[in-house]
């Protein structure tokens, strides 16, 4: 199972800086939405993740693909629309 303890150690093993992990999680297991730079890279928007991006985030941008690519579920990146959509589905109350 995908719990925060899987993530924190693909984020680890992926390169993303400790710093971001954090962001990640709550995320990816809470769908809530992170600062501008993440939104940018989970939407896969690259001019905006390099202008939004930290000195060590812009030098460890491929490791959030890389993390993305191999651990994050399909359905949580790749466009603004689907980190919008996975907020939706994280945060929607459970039905009565």
Known sequence: ???EQWYRRHLAACGVPVHMHDAYIRYLLA?????GF???????????????????NQHTLAAHIN????????????SYAHVQGWVAVMTASPAP
């Open 1 to 3: 199972m995908r719990d």
């Open 67 to 78: 993390f993305l690519c191999t651990a994050a579920p399909a359905a949580a990146w790749g």
């Open 31 to 35: 769908g809530l939405e992170p600062g």
């Open 38 to 56: 993440l939104v940018a890279v989970l939407a896969n928007d690259l001019r905006a993740a390099v202008q939004r991006a930290d000195t060590m």
